[in-house]
């Protein structure tokens, strides 16, 4: 069973439009959910986090919205720019252990 | 602060020969290092989990006699891919963290072609 599930494999917005990406998880134990963009030919880099004992984060563009009890969590890109699009995934930890990553949405905005 | 490097970035191998790619903590302490395997659909596979200290842990379907991890101090880590084959493509990622800390970084990547 997957433990970390992303809703869209790709998603186009205009630029200056907010991009949401959406991300659920299984494991109710999972206490600390990191966001990360990958562009192509790159590994993936640490964009934002949240803990599980808040339900907003925000950094410049990018907040990310937790719902503890709906085990749901969701990444707000503001004011989108072309130099966005990437390949953005969810992922979760329970701890510092082991983390778990979604599919991936696939971000492109268009100029 | 935090950075992760990998070399090679990439590397090409026939077919049943053996590759060795490392990965190298800058900034900070890797007292726990992830080694990945992300397909061409970008999934995330974890190799296996290594800790300093403690015993590495191998996923389902990987092997320390396929995947032998080498993670002698807080600031390196080398994984080799012995007898490569076609399934073994991909791009090996190396996730490290230090201390008590979530954070995990990632380096670029080593992306093995194999012939």
């Known amino acids: 069973q997957q433990q970390v599930r992303q809703s869209s494999q790709s998603l186009t917005v205009w630029e200056g439009e907010t991009a949401i990406l959406n991300c659920s998880y299984e494991n109710s134990a999972f206490d600390y959910f990191p966001w990360y963009q990958q562009f192509p030919g790159e590994g993936p880099a640490l964009l934002i986090a949240?803990?599980?004992?808040?339900d907003k984060k925000e950094d410049g563009r990018f907040t990310i919205f937790f719902n503890k009890r709906e085990k749901n969590l969701s990444l707000h890109i503001k004011d989108s720019q072309p130099g966005d699009s990437a390949t953005y995934f969810c992922?979760?930890?329970?701890?510092?252990?082991?983390?778990?990553f979604g599919d991936g949405t696939q971000l492109v905005v268009k100029p | 602060g935090a950075l992760v490097y990998q070399y090679p970035r990439r590397t090409i191998c026939k077919s049943g020969t053996s590759m060795r790619m490392e990965c190298q903590a800058v900034g900070f302490q890797a007292t726990s290092v992830a080694w990945y395997r992300q397909s061409p659909q970008k999934t995330f596979e974890l190799i296996a989990l290594?800790?300093?200290?403690?015993?590495?842990?191998?996923e389902q379907n990987f092997t320390q006699e396929k995947f032998p991890i080498s993670h002698p101090n807080l600031s390196f880590s080398s994984m080799t891919v012995l007898n490569a084959y076609l399934e073994d493509r991909g791009l090996y990622l190396c996730?490290?963290?230090?201390?008590?800390?979530?954070?995990?970084?990632f380096g670029p990547g080593t992306r093995l072609t194999v012939l």
């Open positions: 290594s800790t300093v200290n403690s015993a590495i842990k191998y």
């Open positions: 996730g490290a963290r230090g201390g008590s800390s979530y954070e995990q970084y």
């Open positions: 949240i803990r599980s004992v808040s």
């Open positions: 992922a979760a930890s329970e701890s510092n252990n082991r983390i778990f």
